[in-house]
């Protein structure tokens, strides 16, 4: 029996987030007999999705994070790795900001495949994100195939030229659509669980990082709550500016209708139990969270800066992020309602369905047909 090949994916670390929720879903909808994943994580720590790697029979391994500083001992760390492993048919990278170092350094170990794969369309602030911009500038030029969940963050990460040449393939973030088929049952329960029968939910679900633009969501919803005196945030997520978040909520009196649930398993229930959707972020690839809440049949309100691709239903409005927190609650507010159904069926159609891309990526990885 022929043992299936390997693809590495490479990333920050595997913990909940939308690249590594994308991957997750794929990961467990492949054909394990044709291919078989593993990952290199920038990380020694135990990440949320390790267990579930080896269960499913995938290797985790890691090397020291980049620091710009350490570049010699980063580039010498993975080229220990890739003389020491060279078995991969593939190396597919979402951890863009340097890829076009290990990238090259994998394809010279005698890898045949090297993909980057653009999840973000944007950087951090200040230094940080300049440098990042300025690491991925050659990576169009050292990679085999370039990936993009989004033609904005296609552009964002390889250029418009490279884009416009077609040099860049985008493929949408696709979800386990059937996991979020609305279900009132299930609603019913989670709202009792958190005594929120009687509330008007809005939900967010995101990491707390500039990219996700928290603390405008707060803003918002100190409106909302003007307006809709049952109105209660559910924030899903965990992440670095949490405390920052909490605290501004203590500001503004919020503590009794902002509840924090951390990161979730079971994130699919959670849409069934929310109202109404707010999504605020500065930048995105393409949000999982917005296909996610869709197929729940749940309205979202998401800024004009996230792409048109992710609108598959009426059920998702655009706003401008220099409205006021006032104008982005007058719309959610204004919102008439209607009967709640699941849009799974319209996602699959538009290309969001992992079981469906996940033939494509079959062939891709064992015959390098795009």
């Known amino acids: 029996m022929l043992e299936p090949?390997?693809?590495?994916?490479?990333?920050?670390?595997?913990?909940?987030?939308?690249?590594?929720?994308?991957?997750?879903?794929?990961?467990?909808?492949?054909d394990k007999k044709n291919v078989q994943f593993d990952f290199l994580v920038h990380t020694d720590k135990e990440c949320f999705f390790n267990r579930e790697i080896r269960e499913l029979g995938g290797h985790?391994?890691?090397?020291?994070?980049?620091?710009?500083?350490?570049?010699?001992a980063y580039k010498k760390a993975l080229e220990a790795?890739?003389?020491?492993?060279?078995?991969?048919?593939?190396?597919?990278?979402?951890m863009t900001s340097t890829a076009a170092i290990y990238l090259p350094i994998a394809k010279k170990a005698g890898i045949p495949m090297t993909i980057a794969h653009a999840r973000s369309a944007g950087v951090d602030k200040g230094i940080k994100g300049e440098l990042t911009k300025w690491l991925r500038k050659p990576l169009p030029d050292r990679t085999d195939y370039c990936?993009?969940?989004?033609?904005?963050?296609?552009?964002?990460?390889?250029?418009?030229?490279?884009?416009?040449?077609?040099?860049?393939?985008?493929?949408?973030?696709?979800?386990?659509?059937?996991?979020?088929?609305?279900?009132?049952?299930i609603r019913d329960e989670v709202r009792s669980s958190l005594g929120l029968q009687d509330a008007y939910v809005i939900g967010h679900v995101g990491r707390f990082?500039?990219?996700?633009?928290?603390?405008?969501?707060?803003?918002?919803?100190?409106?909302?709550?003007?307006?809709?005196?049952?109105?209660?945030?559910?924030?899903?997520?965990?992440?670095?500016?949490?405390?920052?978040?909490?605290?501004?909520?203590?500001?503004?009196?919020?503590?009794?209708?902002v509840i924090f649930m951390g990161n979730?398993?079971?994130?699919?229930?959670?849409?069934?139990?929310?109202?109404?959707?707010?999504?605020?972020?500065?930048?995105?690839?393409?949000?999982?969270?917005?296909?996610?809440?869709?197929?729940?049949?749940?309205?979202?309100?998401i800024s004009n800066t996230i792409t048109g691709e992710v609108k598959v239903t009426e059920l998702v409005q655009f706003a401008p992020l220099q409205e006021t927190p006032k104008e982005w609650a007058d719309k959610v507010c204004a919102y008439k309602g209607q009967e709640r159904h699941s849009r799974v069926d319209e996602l699959g159609s538009a290309g969001f369905d992992v079981k469906t891309q996940v033939k494509w990526y079959e062939r891709f990885y064992t015959k390098g047909l795009l």
Request: charged share 25%.
């Open 5 to 30: 090949i390997r693809v590495l994916h490479v990333l920050g670390a595997t913990n909940i987030g939308g690249a590594e929720s994308r991957i997750m879903d794929m990961y467990r909808n492949i």
């Open 60 to 72: 985790i391994y890691s090397v020291p994070r980049f620091k710009v500083y350490n570049y010699v």
């Open 81 to 94: 790795f890739f003389d020491a492993h060279s078995e991969f048919k593939a190396v597919h990278g979402h």
């Open 147 to 185: 990936f993009a969940c989004s033609r904005i963050a296609g552009e964002a990460v390889f250029g418009e030229s490279s884009v416009k040449s077609g040099k860049v393939k985008v493929i949408p973030n696709a979800i386990e659509t059937h996991k979020f088929q609305y279900d009132k049952a």
């Open 209 to 257: 990082h500039y990219a996700k633009n928290h603390e405008f969501l707060i803003e918002i919803f100190a409106e909302i709550k003007k307006q809709k005196e049952n109105a209660v945030l559910l924030l899903l997520g965990d992440g670095s500016l949490m405390t920052d978040v909490k605290e501004q909520v203590k500001r503004l009196g919020l503590e009794k209708s």
């Open 264 to 301: 979730q398993t079971e994130v699919a229930k959670f849409y069934h139990a929310m109202d109404y959707l707010v999504f605020p972020s500065r930048f995105e690839g393409m949000p999982g969270t917005i296909v996610e809440a869709q197929a729940a049949g749940l309205p979202s309100l």
